[in-house]
Structures are given as C-alpha cells and as structure tokens.
C-alpha cells in the first residue's frame, strides 16, 4: 500500500513553529554550558557559524522539499536521487542520528528535572541519567499508544518558549557586563582554532530545520510555505542562539557556566530577590517543555524514517507492522526506543558524545541531500520541477557538501570512529538484505545506465555493481502500469496493458486505486483493511488470470486517496513507469491530466499515457487515425504492439481533400513506424465524420492526442475527447509527453 496522502492544514506560522520549536531546545536549555567550557566566549561565533552552514543545506532541502512533497525527509530524497544504496545510508543515518538526539534531549530533560526533583543514583547511572532513562521510557510509552505532533500544539509550545526566553533577554540584558564576557582570556582564551570544534559541538542545536521537510504532504501551498518556514525558522534561531548565548556569558562568566541547567544559573543571577524564583521555576518548566518537544518529535519522526524504508524494502516490513489496537508502528517504538535508553545508559555521562554523534550523522544525510539534488538537475528528471530553486547552482549545493564534510574532522575521531560504524552497517546491511528487496533504481544510476557508451567502464561497472538485483531483473524492460477499480472493466484494462508490456518486454504493475472521501482519514480508511484487501485480491486475481497469456511478470500494489486519478500518476512517478493504462470516466476523472486544459498551459503528464473507453472490447480489428501528431508515434506503438500479441489487423486512416498528397503521407507515416502489412484510408471531408464511419466495423481505435492548444480547445473543443466520447466503438487515447513553448500551449 502506498503512503497516506495527508490533508494538507498546516499554515507558514505552523510550519515555522516545528522547526523552531525542534531546535531551540538544545541550543539554549541545554549546550551553552559544556560549549562554553570547550570554546570560551567565542562560541557564540560557534553559533553563528553553525547557523551558516544550516541555512545554505537549508536552501537545497527547501528546493528538494518543494519538488518533493513527501513524507520521509532526507532518506525520500537521498534514495530517489541517488540510489538505494545511499538511501540505505541516508536511512539508517536519520534513524541513528535521531536516536542519538532524542537520547541528548532525554538527558537535557534530566538535567532540569534534577533541580526540581532530585534523583537517587542507581549503580552506575547518575541521577540526570535516571531522570533522563524515565523521561525516555515516558516518551516512547507516548508515540506506542499514539502520539500526535500538529502544527497547532508546536505553535502553542514555541509561543510559551519565545515568551519566556524574551523576558530573560529584555532583564539579561539589563544585568549584562561587557567585562564578565571577556573575561580574564579575552574572547579567545583558547585561540581562534577553537571556534570550528566548538560549531562541531553545537550543530545539534540546528537540526530541526529538515523536519519541516519531513511534513511537506500537510503544508499549504508548500511551494511558497515550505522554504519561507525552512529558511525563516533557521534564521530566527541563529539570531536568537547568537543573542541569547552572548547575554547568559556577559552575565555568568563562561569557566563558571552550568554545564547541567545554564539558563537556569544565568537566570538566577539576572534576576533578584523572590523575583529570582519565580523566574526560574518558570525557566525550568519552559526547558522541561523544549526538551520534551523535541525528544518526542525525534522519536515520532524515526518512526516514518523506517515506515519510508519499509516501503521501499529497504527493511523488513516486519518492522513497520500496525498495532491493532493504537494504531501506531509499535515494533520499529520499541526498537528505536531501547536503543534511545541504551545510548542514555552507556553515553549520559557524555553530554557531548550524544551531541557530536547526532552532529555527525545528519551531517553526512545533508552532503548526500546536497549531491541528490546536483543529481537531479543533471540528469534532468522529467517529474523534478521545485517551486523553490537554489540561488548560485550549482556553487550553492556543492558548499553545502562541503561544508557538511569539512565540519567532521573539528567534532572528535572518537564521534566520527561511532558514527562510522552505522555508516558501514548500512553498507552491509543494503548488500545483505536491502539490495535483494528493494525494487527500484535512482535517479544517478538510471542517468549511468542510460548513457552507457558516453560513460567510463569503471563508471558503469560501480553502478551495476550496487544497483538493485531487482532492478537489474527489471531492467530488461520498462514498467507498464494498469490502474483498475471496477472489476466489469478490468479485463480489457490488463489486456491491453499486457500487451504493450509483452511488446516491450517488460512487467505489469496492476494497481487497485481505492478513493476516500475527504471527510474521512486516510488513516481510518486503512483501518478498513481487510474489506478493501479482499477487493483488491478479487481484482488482482483477475489480472493474473488476464495476464497470464502474455507471460510477463506481474506486480500488485492497492493505493487509497482522496485524489483518485491524480494518485495514478504519482504512482508512476515513484514507480519509474513507462506506460500507464487507466479507464476513462469522463473529463472529470481524467482530472486534467490527458487532454486537459488549463493544466496543459503548467503540467505535463509523467509518462506515456493510455486512457480506454471501453464498449465491448475487441482488439482483434484496430483502426489509427493519425494526422501526424506528436503522440500519433504512441498509437502506432500501441497497434503493432496489438498485431504482435492478439494478432490484430490494422487500418491507418488519414483526412485530406487531396488523395494523391494523403496517399503520399499516409505510406510515409507507416513506413516510418514500422506498420507493414496494414490496410491504408484516405478519406475526403470532416474528420471527425470520417472516422465515425472507419470505426463502425472495427473493434478498436487507437488515437493520439492532439496537439490543439489552449485557444483552439476552448473555442471548439479537443478532436480526440470528442471522438474518445462519442464514438460506440472502444477508444484508447495515446498520449505522449513533451516539452511545448508557451505558445505552442496557448495556440497549437
């Protein structure tokens, strides 16, 4: 089954709020302490330099988000640019990296949960730990049994923390001393070689830009919202990182600062009297809140890292199985949250070791998202067309790899040694499991592939070499995709599709697209599972049985949407098909996408298209009208692949007042596409006449779409809908994409 499709009601200020409200956690509740003692004062340029590099990998996650709408962040971007392999790493990468963080989070809860309830030490564990192991075990108890991160609660948590933090800058600033910030050192007690290590520290601090992409499906118009919030959410922080760090270390001296609750210290010296307490115990509960947030918001994200993997096949399935009763992946909870109590039990002691390691691992995600990106645009991948572009391309994605990898070696060997070792795990495990489950190529080594010749062998050979055993079986061939839905049409549908996968030597994908409601959740329609898989097994039992005279493989997947149509072709679009057959309902169903109007002035459908009218279907007699049009190469295809497999006859008819120049065209045309043997029409008069009266001893047309433009469609109408409507004769509509200027759109 496909991902949900989620309803799209997150606003700019919503999706700002996730971001923000994911970082500021770590950045001022919890690192500025152990920061300060590793840099000295100038860890505020940490900081900022910090803010820098997130704001240019911010810039191409903004343009993979909008290209990209989907769920699953940096390892759906990773692994449809650059290939499973990388996905892999990707993957397993966010999911570590995000264990790692919740477990630094856990401890930052546990150090402000100390100060209000102190913890007994249990043998080896301090008491933050203890605290940290509890809040943890609480949290992952949360996303079992269901948690719900909305935008809505994010904005409510952000506005209490942006509220409290700038009451302690208005009175922080009132009790800051130049002369405290300074210090005995300067602001370079340990040398400008420090600033760099300590941004290795601190970068966890800006990590929940990229959950925001993570959210794209729910966002409107993520075209324009989503790199605002990305970009405005990493900005706002940087500033805020750089003011506030500035005023707690001109108020407390920087060898002095807590290393366990520093807002709260600094807190308690820019205040006086009983005003001091109340400010710190509002200080305490607002870090308890921040730290919380972002714990449950890592934990909650992992789970749809691994719910994309499995997928994919990137991992078992097993992993992603349903609770019955909660509703949530409760297999890949409880994984991600023993490892979450492990990391706090072995490495709490060690703020900086879970830091550094998170650091490190969404470090090497950005540099792979960085290169996908470049990918993509090279490669010039039909469906990637972001709303939002990189300024300075390719200079701009090419500083954010550098710049991500040049920042690893200031973190610490013993960091990068740990994160290394899931690194190589990914590697292992894509080639142990990954590589014999996982169906499809990315989009470098199709790119690769395709240009085998122009490539060096050593270029060639490392992308067969990694490609997946699946894709190698399916790269014999293209994939041909039936979109069915009511089982009196199915037969003809997957008839006509087996044939031209048969002539391409190359697979069936039968899909059973399932419309819900918008009223209704796509989550509760899933629950309803056993009522539409037993659908869906009638349908694709059925296909089978249609195929099965053709002797191609055949693949199954059920969608559910509210979008109907529009899912078939994202379907494709994530399935890498070549063709896609699908019943026609009438210009509504059809959505716009072949022979639409308006749509036809911005989008383009993503593969070869066939549309079938079906009444009473016979393939055994076809007829092409064709008047040369770009997708008539499409309705020859689809003819030869029907004399091939059902041995059809086939007659080409053409409309011209002057027989001799129609004659002429029409042996051309034919030779052209390689239609021998078929009976040639040259007929005088109105087309649409002229084909109503080839079509009346013959099973099927087959007709291209027509390269009318917006103008010429709206003043009279498309020649291919009216024919595709009006004709009792079964009709299938070809359509072929292309590129067309804008005139050529608006005119023909």
Not at 29 to 39: S, Y
Not at 604 to 625: A, G
Request: charged share 15%; hydrophobic share 50%; net charge negative.
């Amino acid at each position: 089954m496909s991902d949900d499709e989620l309803a799209k009601d997150l606003g700019l200020v919503s999706a700002m709020t996730i971001g923000i409200g994911t970082m500021i956690g770590a950045g001022i509740f919890v690192l500025p302490g152990v920061a300060a003692r590793a840099a000295g004062p100038v860890v505020v340029a940490s900081f900022v330099i910090g803010g820098i590099i997130a704001m240019v990998n911010a810039l191409s996650v903004s343009e993979l988000g909008t290209a990209m709408p989907k769920a699953g962040g940096g390892y759906y971007f990773v692994n449809r640019g650059l290939g499973p392999l990388f996905g892999s790493i990707a993957g397993l990468g966010d999911w570590m990296g995000l264990a790692f963080a919740s477990a630094f989070y856990s401890i930052g809860f546990g150090q402000y949960l100390t100060t209000l309830a102190p913890m007994p030490d249990v043998l080896f564990l301090t008491d933050i730990q203890v605290g940290a192991l509890i809040a943890g075990a609480v949290f992952v108890a949360v996303n079992y049994i269901g948690a719900k991160e909305t935008g809505g609660v994010q904005t409510v948590i952000v506005t209490i923390l942006l509220s409290i933090l700038g009451l302690f800058a208005i009175q922080g600033f009132l009790s800051f001393d130049y002369g405290v910030l300074t210090g005995d050192g300067g602001l370079t007690p340990m040398g400008y070689g420090a600033i760099l290590p300590g941004t290795g520290l601190v970068f966890v601090s800006f990590l929940g830009y990229a959950k925001i992409a993570t959210v794209a499906e729910e966002l409107k118009n993520p075209g324009r919202n989503l790199p605002r919030a990305i970009i405005g959410s990493v900005a706002i922080v940087t500033v805020l990182y750089a003011i506030l760090v500035s005023i707690m270390l001109g108020i407390v001296p920087w060898p002095e600062l807590s290393e366990d609750a520093p807002l709260t210290q600094a807190t308690e010296v820019a205040f006086s009297g009983g005003l001091a307490t109340v400010a710190v115990a509002v200080v305490t509960v607002g870090a308890l809140l921040a730290t919380a947030s972002s714990a449950n918001a890592s934990i909650l994200a992992s789970a749809r890292i691994n719910f994309a993997m499995g997928r994919d096949k990137l991992v078992s399935n097993w992993l992603n199985e349903i609770h019955p009763q909660f509703a949530t992946p409760y297999r890949s909870i409880i994984l991600t949250g023993g490892m979450i109590l492990v990391f706090i039990a072995l490495l709490g002691q060690d703020l900086e070791i879970l830091a550094k390691a998170a650091s490190v691992l969404h470090l090497v995600v950005y540099a792979l998202m960085n290169a996908a990106l470049i990918v993509f645009r090279e490669a010039d991948v039909a469906d990637y067309d972001p709303d939002f572009e990189v300024p300075l391309y390719p200079f701009t994605p090419i500083a954010g790899i550098v710049c991500s990898l040049g920042l690893l070696p200031f973190i610490g060997a013993q960091e990068v040694a740990l994160s290394a070792v899931f690194v190589v795990g990914a590697v292992v495990w894509y080639f142990i499991y990954g590589r014999r489950h996982t169906p499809g190529e990315g989009a470098l080594s199709r790119y690769v592939r395709k240009r085998e010749g122009a490539m060096p062998d050593s270029v060639v050979g490392a992308a067969e070499t990694v490609a997946p055993n699946e894709a190698d079986s399916a790269s014999t061939g293209p994939t041909v995709m039936v979109a069915l839905s009511n089982p009196a049409t199915a037969s003809p549908l997957v008839t006509l599709a087996s044939a031209v996968a048969s002539a391409k030597g190359g697979r069936l994908l039968a899909t059973h697209i399932v419309t819900v409601p918008d009223q209704t959740a796509l989550s509760a329609a899933s629950e309803q599972r056993e009522e539409t898989s037993e659908d869906s097994r009638r349908l694709f039992d059925q296909a089978r049985t249609d195929a099965e005279p053709f002797e191609i493989p055949v693949e199954t997947r059920t969608i559910l949407s509210h979008q109907g149509v529009t899912e078939v072709f994202d379907a494709a679009t994530e399935h890498d098909v070549d063709t896609v057959v699908m019943g026609y309902g009438g210009t509504r169903r059809l959505g716009g996408r072949v022979e639409g109007a308006f749509e036809e002035l911005t989008d383009r459908v993503p593969c070869d298209v066939l549309v079938l009218n079906e009444h009473e279907f016979d393939p055994s007699s076809v007829l092409v009208p064709t008047a040369g049009g770009y997708s008539s190469d499409l309705s020859a295809e689809v003819a030869l692949a029907l004399q091939d497999a059902v041995g059809a006859t086939i007659s080409v008819l053409y409309v011209d007042e002057d027989r001799d120049a129609g004659e002429a065209f029409i042996a051309d045309w034919a030779a052209e596409h390689g239609l021998a043997d078929v009976e040639l029409l040259v007929e005088r008069g109105d087309v649409e006449t002229a084909i109503e009266a080839a079509a009346a001893d013959r099973g099927l047309v087959v007709i291209g779409a027509s390269e009318e433009g917006l103008v010429s469609r709206v003043a009279r109408g498309s020649l291919a809908l009216s024919v595709l409507e009006d004709l009792d004769t079964s009709v299938v509509l070809a359509e072929r994409p292309h590129d067309r200027t804008l005139r050529e759109r608006l005119f023909g």
